[in-house]
């Protein structure tokens, strides 16, 4: 009896402990793919290259003095990656608010559960621009990043210029997440977009490879487009996946956004890669052209399967087939998304062939030459 009773014990405390996980399955899932999709793409763009190659990022900075190590190396581009996810998720998040059916010319309780991931996805933000500028400062001088010191970043002879931007990005990262936070009106909602906007610029304007006055602005949109159309279906999959009644509202107006977001992405994209390519003949000819064909090949398959998969989608939704054909498509295509941010951080970390050369010319001081 007093086995049987302990048997009957210890399963409903497992039966308990199963009831308080449950709810935390389906969204720990959605990060265990999620995650590896951008392990996926982080690995497969760094793959086929020797290794992260230091850039020609501060132009009035003095050059690297010794190897930044290993941990610099392979961590520059996944900080990176973390900082566009960050930025796609608050962006994201925020568009999804106003994607949603309003109550009373208000967002609805839906729409302020986005505004709350929102507000914690800036929070992560602003921890990754942290991180980021910790490892950016030891690639471009060539110091490993766990000898980081605030006198070795900030103080003289030769302060790293990157470090107050970003700095400052983190800084206003956590004013928008507590804006995103309080915030309970749709002009609220614009101001904090429009704030997510301006904050982008120190990530997509600071440490650019090819000099260029044009790059910097053509990134910042082609980032921003990004971040409105993952983040976006991200925010419907979040908080609307469950309501059949919040999808057929929202999702016809996600599928008129997405094919603009497309077109901007696309067309800054090759802007920038054209501007750091130099030539079309650098394109196969590089492992960074090789990325770049990948990462068109990604965009364009995104374009055409999410086209299709959301007409699918709309049209069961207006038959009252339930919602369970968007989760599926949606979770595939944010995956495939995710993987693509993951291969773009490793382009951003590729040596791009009109970078030049910044091997310094070494002066023989007895031929003179």
């Known amino acids: 009896?007093?086995?049987?009773?302990?048997?009957?014990?210890?399963?409903?405390?497992?039966?308990?402990?199963?009831?308080?996980?449950?709810?935390?399955?389906?969204?720990?899932?959605?990060?265990?793919?999620?995650?590896?999709?951008?392990?996926?793409?982080l690995a497969f763009g760094v793959w086929g290259d020797d290794r992260p190659r230091q850039r020609v990022a501060a132009l009035d900075a003095p050059p690297p003095q010794t190897d930044?190590?290993?941990?610099?190396?392979?961590?520059?581009p996944i900080v990176r990656l973390a900082v566009i996810v960050a930025v796609v998720g608050t962006v994201g998040m925020l568009a999804g608010a106003l994607l949603l059916p309003r109550e009373d010319g208000k967002p609805g309780a839906a729409a302020l559960r986005c505004l709350r991931s929102a507000a914690w996805a800036a929070v992560a933000w602003a921890v990754a621009m942290v991180a980021l500028l910790l490892w950016s400062w030891s690639d471009v001088r060539g110091i490993p990043v766990l000898q980081a010191s605030i006198p070795q970043i900030f103080g003289p002879p030769a302060p790293y210029p990157a470090a107050v931007p970003y700095l400052y990005a983190a800084a206003l990262a956590l004013v928008i997440a507590g804006a995103a936070a309080i915030t309970r009106t749709v002009t609220g909602v614009l101001v904090v977009l429009l704030l997510c906007g301006y904050n982008v610029l120190p990530l997509t304007t600071r440490d650019q490879q090819v000099d260029s006055s044009i790059l910097g602005p053509v990134v910042t949109v082609h980032v921003l487009a990004i971040a409105v159309w993952v983040g976006g279906l991200a925010a419907l999959l979040a908080h609307a996946r469950r309501s059949p009644a919040l999808l057929a509202v929202a999702l016809p107006r996600f599928n008129r956004l997405a094919p603009a977001?497309?077109?901007?992405?696309?067309?800054?994209?090759?802007?920038?890669?054209?501007?750091n390519l130099g030539s079309a003949g650098a394109l196969g000819a590089s492992h960074?052209?090789?990325?770049?064909?990948?990462?068109?090949?990604?965009?364009?398959?995104?374009?055409?399967?999410?086209?299709?998969?959301?007409?699918?989608?709309?049209?069961?939704?207006?038959?009252?087939?339930?919602?369970?054909?968007?989760?599926?498509?949606?979770?595939?295509?944010?995956?495939?998304?995710?993987?693509?941010?993951?291969?773009?951080?490793a382009l951003t970390h590729t040596t791009a062939p009109a970078v030049p050369d910044p091997t310094p010319k070494i002066v023989n001081p007895y031929l003179g030459h």
């Open 1 to 41: 009896m007093t086995a049987a009773g302990s048997g009957t014990h210890a399963i409903s405390r497992w039966a308990t402990a199963g009831s308080w996980l449950r709810p935390w399955r389906r969204p720990t899932g959605y990060v265990v793919v999620l995650a590896g999709a951008a392990a996926t793409g």
């Open 68 to 76: 930044p190590g290993a941990l610099t190396a392979w961590g520059l």
């Open 261 to 275: 977001c497309f077109v901007v992405v696309g067309a800054f994209g090759a802007a920038a890669a054209w501007i």
């Open 288 to 345: 960074f052209g090789t990325l770049v064909v990948y990462k068109a090949e990604a965009l364009i398959a995104l374009g055409v399967f999410g086209w299709w998969a959301r007409r699918r989608v709309i049209a069961d939704l207006r038959r009252a087939n339930g919602h369970r054909p968007f989760v599926r498509f949606a979770t595939i295509e944010v995956a495939v998304m995710v993987a693509t941010l993951g291969l773009g951080s």
